[in-house]
Structures are given as structure tokens and as C-alpha cells.
């Protein structure tokens, strides 16, 4: 990552409605599993996906069994979107095993610069403001990048948690 560079975490906004799709695009054309989760909203009526994402934040309309959550998109400079983190407000217990706190994503094309680094950071200062005192933070086992990525933040291992398909999830805690 260039040190010139500027990020910061923005709300979802449909100001910046050509570039997220180029990211979305980008996501479609890698047939990469889209993480986080929220990525894999259909944008195709946009500005109903950014009341979704922010209704979301308020609680408002979640399915059973869900809690609320904050999605950021990380920008820089020139309003590229870089990454996007989803930060849930509380733990369930199947975010306790296998979802955490925090899921983030970087689009392809920009991975292995360090932006993941930072915005797990950011996201980080987030999870602090929303009163979280120690965030978890998972990766699959064999997702080096972000293993080295929650580290690099922090991230105290845990007991790993093996999902049905055998799917070993690597669990960290982090204090804020």
C-alpha cells in the first residue's frame, strides 16, 4: 500500500453507485465466494440495497435470529472502493463459532497491497465505537492472507471450530 494513500470507511451511499458496481462486477467475474456476506445483495435496485444495509445498522427488518450490523465500504482518495467490512453489533452463537464480529473482503484486483490490514483496523475503531470491548475475528484455515492479516491487528488465537462440511475456522479475539 502506497503511504500516500488516504482510506477511510464510508457508509453505503448511492453517491457512490458506479463504482460499487464496478466492485460488484469484479467480485462476479473472480466466482470468488463474495465476503462479506452482505456483498452478495443483488444491486440491481441500488438505492433499496443501501436502505437494506442501513436498515440493517438500525435493527430494522432483520430476519429471525439475526442481530444488527454496520457495513462500511473502504475508499480511497479518488472514491475507489477498495473493500467492504460488515461489523455485527452482537454475538450469536453461530457467529460466536463461525461468523465473528468482523467479516471483510478486499476486491480482487487490490488484494496482497495491505489494504486488508488497514481495514480490519478501521473496522477495528468501529467495533470500539459501537461499545464491542473484544472483538472476534474469524478466517478458514487456509486463508493465509487474512490469518496474517488478523494477527497483524492483534488477534489472540482461540479454539477453532470445525462446521459440518469439516471447514476448520480459525478464531481470534481481539481487545478493543
Same mark, same amino acid.
Not at 469484479?26 to 436502505?51: G, R, T, Y
Not at 490469518?147 to 470445525?162: M, R
Given at each position: 500500500?502506497?503511504?500516500?494513500?488516504?482510506?477511510?470507511?464510508?457508509?453505503?451511499?448511492? #453517491?457512490?453507485?458506479?463504482?460499487?458496481?464496478?466492485?460488484?462486477?469484479?467480485?462476479?467475474?473472480?466466482?470468488?465466494?463474495?465476503?462479506?456476506?452482505?456483498?452478495?445483495?443483488?444491486?440491481?435496485?441500488?438505492?433499496?440495497?443501501?436502505?437494506?444495509?442501513?436498515?440493517?445498522?438500525?435493527?430494522? *427488518?432483520?430476519?429471525?435470529?439475526?442481530?444488527?450490523?454496520?457495513?462500511?465500504?473502504?475508499? *480511497?482518495?479518488?472514491?475507489?472502493?477498495?473493500?467492504?467490512?460488515?461489523?455485527?453489533?452482537?454475538?450469536?452463537?453461530?457467529?460466536?463459532?463461525?461468523?465473528?464480529?468482523?467479516?471483510?473482503?478486499?476486491?480482487?484486483?487490490?488484494?496482497?497491497?495491505?489494504?486488508?490490514?488497514?481495514?480490519?483496523?478501521?473496522?477495528?475503531?468501529?467495533?470500539?465505537?459501537?461499545?464491542?470491548?473484544?472483538?472476534?475475528?474469524?478466517?478458514?484455515?487456509?486463508?493465509?492472507?487474512?490469518?496474517?492479516?488478523?494477527? *497483524?491487528?492483534?488477534?489472540?488465537?482461540?479454539?477453532?471450530?470445525?462446521?459440518?462440511?469439516? *471447514?476448520?475456522?480459525?478464531?481470534?479475539?481481539? #481487545?478493543?
Amino acid at each position: 500500500m502506497e503511504s500516500s494513500q488516504h482510506l477511510s470507511l464510508t457508509k453505503p451511499t448511492v #453517491d457512490l453507485k458506479e463504482e460499487y458496481l464496478s466492485f460488484y462486477e469484479e467480485w462476479l467475474e473472480s466466482q470468488e465466494s463474495m465476503v462479506p456476506w452482505v456483498i452478495k445483495k443483488d444491486p440491481a435496485n441500488f438505492a433499496a440495497m443501501v436502505q437494506f444495509l442501513n436498515d440493517s445498522e438500525q435493527g430494522i *427488518n432483520l430476519p429471525k435470529g439475526w442481530v444488527p450490523d454496520s457495513t462500511f465500504w473502504l475508499i *480511497n482518495q479518488d472514491k475507489r472502493i477498495l473493500g467492504v467490512v460488515n461489523i455485527r453489533h452482537q454475538l450469536t452463537e453461530f457467529l460466536l463459532n463461525s461468523g465473528g464480529h468482523i467479516g471483510y473482503g478486499i476486491r480482487p484486483s487490490e488484494r496482497r497491497k495491505g489494504y486488508a490490514t488497514k481495514l480490519l483496523s478501521l473496522s477495528l475503531e468501529k467495533a470500539k465505537e459501537l461499545g464491542i470491548k473484544k472483538a472476534l475475528v474469524v478466517c478458514d484455515e487456509d486463508n493465509t492472507g487474512s490469518f496474517k492479516t488478523i494477527i *497483524n491487528n492483534g488477534g489472540i488465537p482461540d479454539s477453532d471450530f470445525i462446521e459440518a462440511d469439516g *471447514n476448520i475456522i480459525k478464531r481470534f479475539w481481539i #481487545d478493543l
